[in-house]
């Protein structure tokens, strides 16, 4: 599933929020889940959100105006698609508005 979430930042910005608002992430993840987050290249961020027994694979791409975003929901949390996109998006959406 693929998210948009726009932003007017600048690149350089918008990666600093992300940065910030990830230690925060994972202590709003329902059911006590867990998160790891790796740069894998200067606007590249490979996430994996642990929960229920699933692994959520997440790939984020900043962009000057906008943050692009890759959720692999696992055959067993399909159902959960909905809230689990929603769950992601907010949470972007979250740490690109504080400063």
Known sequence: MDIDIPHDLGRDEAKRRVEQGL??????IP??????ATWPSDYAL???ISAMAQTIPVKLLIEEDKVRGTVSIPMFLKMMSGPISDFIKTSAQKMLTKA
């Open 46 to 48: 490979d996430m994996e």
């Open 23 to 28: 230690p925060k992430l994972e202590q709003h």
């Open 31 to 36: 059911g006590g889940g867990t998160m790891t």
